[in-house]
């Protein structure tokens, strides 16, 4: 380790304080300190190449310092960085909007910009509770979510969040939600159609009792990111469309992590033909870039909200980098590349790639459930694979076995005991074979070893 390294470690240690981290164990522990990217490639401060398997947290899509984007965000420095759009237009913003509606599912018209996940949520269950009340249907309040559920961290998108480790401490804080089961095929005893069946049967219970009170319905669609990459079985998506239209209440669909290709479409909404009242972006968004966030919804709603003279009627909502330029220019640069480069029609060669791998994977002795949907891969590690009884959350399994792929060349982090894969969906084959072979071999031969050891991982 060089002395720069040692200095940045030693300030991280003294001044930062990182998310979703105890700090406690983080303050024991020697951290990597990125520096730079090239790539599909992390590099540290020591030099160390690091392939970017998880996308750098799911967001990266075309790999780093990728010309065209960094030309465009340059571009756009030369003009302007930053302007509202309080009050005013932006050319980015404008030109992005265009293009969000042009790619989403047919329906969604109209583009509400923000920053990050949690704010694209917060605002589509902002405006689904207010489209009730500006439409005289004041008693629809509440939502339904899946248990389970992720869609970030502020107190909106944490009351429509069901993980109990990350949620329950706030729940005095939070409003109330009624929560139907998550499909997780894993673990459920049936088929993967009864699995569905099963979750759709709960949620329509909800529905009969409190349909009235009820202004929307909030998923991810077909995968449960967080809560440990839960792939949905099919239908289930199209069966939650089905009952929010049967029962009058509005489809909020989260494509937070699962939006721009990585499922192997742009939208995962696309494969069951779901057209959804409101569309949450971000993430994948400016390609993992910047923060940006969009929220999309359709005409019908913003007709309910443009009242001409009516301040009641007006939706009261912003954040001051709404639609940030350098964010926007960096998002539409990553629209063209997906067109220069193919990106979607390249992907089934890499989704059947992964699958080659995954079959291997479930054959292992600790892999309980080695599932993909697109180029989303989750590998979950069990202590019996017979009874699928889980390892102890506090044995930090997944940490240790992707903090094995390091000194490897590979850049993973793991949900508990599920190790995620999340490549670039622009990521080329032979770095693509490199990260699932280091993964290979670290399940292969190293597993025993890395679960017995006892240092101290995050
Ligand atoms: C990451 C994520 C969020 C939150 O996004 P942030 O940008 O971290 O606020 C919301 N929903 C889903 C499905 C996510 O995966």
């Given at each position: 380790?060089?002395?720069?390294?040692?200095?940045?470690?030693?300030?991280?240690?003294?001044?930062?304080?990182?998310?979703?981290t105890?700090?406690?164990?983080?303050?024991?522990?020697?951290?990597?300190?990125?520096?730079?990217?090239?790539?599909?490639?992390?590099?540290?401060?020591?030099?160390?190449?690091?392939i970017?398997?998880?996308?750098?947290?799911?967001?990266?899509?075309?790999?780093?310092?990728?010309?065209?984007?960094?030309?465009?965000?340059?571009?756009?420095?030369?003009?302007?960085?930053?302007?509202?759009?309080l009050?005013?237009?932006?050319?980015?913003?404008?030109?992005?909007?265009?293009?969000?509606?042009?790619?989403?599912?047919?329906?969604?018209?109209?583009?509400?910009?923000?920053?990050?996940?949690?704010?694209?949520?917060?605002?589509?269950?902002?405006?689904?509770?207010?489209?009730?009340?500006?439409?005289?249907?004041?008693e629809?309040?509440?939502?339904?979510?899946?248990?389970?559920?992720?869609?970030g961290?502020?107190?909106g998108?944490?009351?429509?969040?069901?993980?109990?480790?990350?949620?329950?401490?706030?729940?005095?804080?939070?409003?109330?939600?009624?929560?139907?089961?998550?499909?997780?095929?894993?673990?459920?005893?049936?088929?993967?159609?009864?699995?569905?069946?099963?979750?759709?049967?709960?949620?329509?219970?909800?529905?009969?009792?409190?349909?009235?009170?009820?202004?929307?319905?909030?998923?991810e669609p077909?995968?449960?990111?967080?809560?440990?990459?839960?792939?949905?079985?099919?239908?289930?998506?199209?069966?939650?469309?089905?009952?929010?239209?049967?029962?009058?209440?509005?489809?909020?669909?989260?494509?937070?992590?699962?939006?721009?290709?990585r499922?192997?479409?742009?939208?995962?909404?696309?494969?069951?033909?779901?057209?959804?009242?409101?569309?949450?972006?971000?993430?994948?968004?400016?390609?993992?870039?910047?923060?940006?966030?969009?929220?999309?919804?359709?005409?019908?709603?913003?007709?309910?909200?443009?009242?001409?003279?009516?301040?009641?009627?007006?939706?009261?909502?912003g954040?001051?980098?709404?639609?940030?330029?350098?964010?926007?220019?960096?998002?539409?640069?990553?629209?063209?590349?997906?067109?220069?480069?193919?990106?979607?029609?390249t992907?089934?060669e890499?989704?059947?790639?992964?699958?080659q791998?995954f079959?291997?994977?479930?054959?292992?002795?600790?892999?309980?459930?080695?599932?993909?949907?697109?180029?989303?891969?989750?590998?979950?590690?069990?202590?019996?694979k017979?009874?699928?009884?889980?390892?102890?959350?506090?044995?930090?399994?997944?940490?240790?076995?992707?903090?094995?792929?390091?000194?490897?060349?590979?850049?993973?982090?793991?949900?508990?005991?599920?190790?995620?894969?999340?490549?670039?969906?622009?990521?080329?084959?032979?770095?693509?074979?490199?990260l699932?072979?280091?993964?290979?071999?670290?399940?292969?031969?190293?597993?025993?070893?890395?679960?017995?050891?006892?240092?101290?991982?995050?």
């Amino acid at each position: 380790m060089n002395e720069n390294t040692q200095r940045l470690i030693e300030l991280d240690k003294r001044y930062l304080w990182h998310p979703f981290t105890q700090m406690a164990d983080w303050l024991s522990c020697t951290p990597v300190v990125i520096e730079s990217g090239e790539g599909f490639y992390l590099i540290d401060t020591d030099g160390n190449r690091y392939i970017d398997g998880v996308s750098s947290l799911w967001c990266n899509v075309h790999g780093h310092r990728v010309k065209k984007i960094d030309d465009a965000i340059r571009a756009q420095l030369d003009k302007i960085a930053h302007s509202t759009l309080l009050g005013l237009g932006q050319t980015q913003a404008i030109e992005l909007a265009e293009k969000l509606v042009q790619i989403a599912p047919a329906g969604l018209e109209k583009v509400f910009y923000s920053d990050s996940g949690a704010t694209a949520v917060e605002i589509a269950i902002k405006i689904a509770y207010q489209y009730w009340q500006n439409t005289g249907r004041t008693e629809k309040t509440k939502f339904i979510a899946l248990k389970e559920a992720y869609h970030g961290d502020t107190i909106g998108s944490v009351s429509v969040g069901g993980m109990d480790l990350f949620h329950g401490i706030f729940k005095s804080l939070i409003f109330k939600t009624y929560y139907a089961p998550t499909p997780n095929p894993y673990r459920f005893e049936g088929t993967p159609a009864q699995c569905a069946k099963n979750s759709l049967e709960a949620m329509e219970a909800i529905l009969k009792r409190h349909g009235e009170q009820i202004a929307a319905i909030v998923v991810e669609p077909l995968v449960q990111g967080a809560s440990g990459i839960i792939v949905h079985p099919a239908g289930f998506l199209k069966g939650v469309e089905q009952l929010a239209r049967k029962y009058d209440v509005l489809l909020i669909v989260d494509e937070v992590a699962t939006g721009f290709g990585r499922t192997g479409k742009m939208f995962a909404c696309e494969h069951e033909d779901v057209h959804p009242d409101l569309m949450c972006m971000a993430k994948g968004i400016s390609a993992g870039y910047l923060p940006l966030a969009a929220t999309l919804t359709t005409q019908t709603i913003f007709d309910a909200f443009a009242v001409s003279g009516d301040i009641h009627k007006t939706f009261y909502h912003g954040h001051t980098y709404t639609g940030n330029a350098l964010g926007c220019a960096a998002a539409l640069a990553s629209l063209e590349l997906f067109e220069e480069n193919k990106i979607l029609e390249t992907m089934p060669e890499k989704i059947d790639l992964i699958s080659q791998y995954f079959e291997r994977f479930a054959e292992l002795p600790h892999v309980g459930d080695a599932r993909q949907c697109g180029m989303i891969g989750r590998i979950e590690l069990v202590k019996d694979k017979q009874t699928k009884e889980p390892f102890p959350s506090q044995d930090k399994i997944g940490a240790k076995v992707c903090a094995a792929m390091r000194p490897k060349g590979a850049m993973m982090r793991p949900l508990g005991n599920v190790i995620v894969l999340m490549p670039a969906v622009g990521m080329n084959i032979e770095t693509l074979t490199q990260l699932l072979d280091i993964i290979e071999e670290t399940l292969e031969e190293d597993l025993m070893k890395v679960i017995t050891a006892q240092t101290k991982f995050l």
